[in-house]
Structures are given as C-alpha cells and as structure tokens.
C-alpha cells in the first residue's frame, strides 16, 4: 500500500510561481513511476508530467513543457512539481499519483487511468 500527502497549492496571480510537494510513504516498490495529473471543474484529468524514480528520465504535458520541473528527492521520499508561469487555465486541483510498474511508452504515462495509487489533492488557482 502506498499513502501520497500533496502540499504547497494556493492561489497566486498570472505569471507567478508555486512549488507542489507529495511526500510518499509505504511500499517503495508500489511507486516505481509518479506523476503530477490535474483535474479542472468539468474537465478531464490530466497527466502533467511523470517520471521513474531513481531515474533521470521525464515526461511532460504539452500544455506545461517549459513551465514545469518535475524532480524527486529520495532521502525525503518527496516529489516536487516548480511551476512557473502560471496562467489562469493551471487553475485545477493537483493530484499526487503512483504505480508500481516498470518503464512504459510516453503515451501510458500521460494516461491518468494508468496510476494505481492517488493522494487527496491540493488546490491551485491562478487570477488573471
């Protein structure tokens, strides 16, 4: 079983920056690939970007390529997501999300039904 506890969301003005923490607990081997996915009001969930821990090997969002750094610190069991330049349509609930399986095509990774294990969710939300 794998536990997923988002923070760092809040309300920040068009241009501004914010930084998503997850800090991951339980089985290790059940959180082989992470991922940032985002949902928005009366939209479908998103895979903003992923990445295999222990790896150096990311995948983005076209819609977030160049704003957002997905990272990882292992010590910490902590996932991180920098975004920058936030624009008002970022504004959505950010998820935290695991699976424990091992590398899979670009388009699997951008998949949110692929992830098998979810955190609650921390909100952004970008003024114009």
């Known amino acids: 079983q794998v536990q997923l506890v988002e923070s760092g969301g809040g309300s920040v003005q068009a241009g501004g920056s914010l930084r998503l923490s997850c800090v991951a607990s339980?089985?290790?081997?059940?959180?082989?690939?992470m991922a940032w996915i985002r949902q928005a009001p009366g939209q479908e969930r998103e895979v903003v970007a992923g990445?295999?821990?222990?790896?150096?090997?990311?995948v983005y969002a076209d819609s977030v390529k160049g704003r957002f750094t997905i990272s990882q610190d292992n010590a910490k069991n902590t996932l991180y997501l920098q975004m920058n330049s936030l624009k008002p349509e970022d504004t959505a609930m950010y998820y935290c999300?695991?699976?424990?399986?091992?590398?899979?095509?670009?388009?699997?990774?951008?998949?949110?039904?692929?992830?098998?294990?979810w955190g609650q969710g921390t909100q952004v939300t970008v003024s114009s």
């Open positions: 990445l295999y821990i222990g790896r150096d090997s990311t």
């Open positions: 999300a695991a699976d424990p399986r091992g590398p899979q095509p670009r388009p699997t990774i951008l998949s949110p039904a692929w992830y098998r294990y």
């Open positions: 339980g089985n290790s081997d059940s959180r082989n690939c």
